[in-house]
């Protein structure tokens, strides 16, 4: 799909990290942008930094594992600009190792990385296809191609993402209508991901006093730092649209290593490694 003046692309957690970076991205080829996330003033912030580059943009508070605010982000999209081209579902947290993580903290992870996704969907797809247009794009993670110890609940959400990806690629080949899905996997990236607990419910807060918690989110935090710009995947993601190229792959060597292991070991080989600090280079 072309990236120009005439489209208009939605994005959750479009305040902060890849989903602003991509916004930028975006509106540097002229595209509006519609973003919704859940942090009020963050998203303010970015409306002002978009406005300032003379970008068109409208923001929505939108919590992605809700429905409703989906349906309206998406309504706000149609009522502002006159039509939606493109959807970014990329808010995500995260949280949970297997063992000892309480069924509420798996399933407010599922609830955002999984649902939202799903509502995302729900909400733009009947419309891409009535228009014979439109280009979805999914945020998974390299957490999605392989497992990873501490990590449970993302992983199990992430598998989840390029699952439904994978499944609405071939649903979409078989419309035989303009429309497109990719599926992003990057490894670690330069954002406020190791600080979703920000965004958890209070109830719910407590449980990141958890020693092994704790030893997950100091890992987590370094490689995060450790990681690429969220800049670089902004391109990635606007030239995948562009491409209509389903896995956008920005750290693309542990990528193909993982998936290369995974066969090995389900041919009777070694498990899969871990091996963090070759998942923060590109
Ligand atoms: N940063 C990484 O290393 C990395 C690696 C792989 C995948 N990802 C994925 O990238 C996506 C974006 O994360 P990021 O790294 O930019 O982190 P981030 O924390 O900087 O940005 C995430 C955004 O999502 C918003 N958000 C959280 N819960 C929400 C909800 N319920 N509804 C709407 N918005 C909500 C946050 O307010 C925030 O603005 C996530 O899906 C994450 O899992 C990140």
């Not at 009522?79 to 959807?87: K, L, M, N, Q």
């Not at 199990?156 to 990719?182: D, P, R, T």
């Not at 066969?263 to 091996?275: F, H, R």
């Amino acid at each position: 799909m072309d990236l120009d003046e005439k489209k208009v692309a939605v994005i959750t957690g479009g305040a902060s990290g890849i989903g602003l970076a991509t916004a930028r991205v975006l509106a540097g080829s002229g595209v509006k942008l519609v973003l919704g996330d859940i942090e009020e003033e963050p998203l303010k912030n970015a409306l002002e930094e978009l406005h300032a580059m003379g970008a068109s943009a409208i923001g929505v508070r939108t919590d992605v594992a809700n429905e409703e605010d989906v349906i309206a982000l998406r309504d706000a999209a149609l009522r502002e600009y006159g039509g939606a081209h493109v959807v970014f579902n990329n808010a995500g947290v995260v949280g949970g190792p297997c063992i000892a993580t309480p069924k509420k903290v798996w399933d407010w992870v599922f609830s955002i990385n999984i649902d939202g996704v799903v509502n995302g969907i729900n909400a733009f797809v009947p419309l891409f296809l009535e228009q014979n247009e439109g280009h979805v794009v999914n945020t998974a993670s390299l957490a999605g191609l392989g497992g990873m110890p501490g990590m449970g609940a993302y992983c199990a959400s992430k598998f989840a993402v390029v699952g439904i990806s994978e499944s609405l690629f071939h649903e979409l080949a078989m419309s035989q209508k303009n429309v497109g899905v990719s599926v992003l996997c990057p490894g670690f990236v330069k954002t406020r991901i190791h600080e979703s607990a920000r965004n958890m419910p209070n109830e719910l807060v407590s449980y990141n006093e958890d020693p092994m918690v704790k030893i997950v989110t100091d890992v987590a935090t370094n490689a995060v730092n450790a990681g690429i710009d969220a800049a670089d995947v902004g391109v990635a993601v606007a030239n995948a649209i562009r491409d209509n190229r389903f896995f956008i792959l920005t750290h693309e060597r542990v990528a193909i290593r993982t998936t290369e292991q995974r066969l090995g070991w389900m041919q009777g080989g070694p498990p899969l490694g871990v091996n963090i600090e070759a998942a923060t280079k590109p």
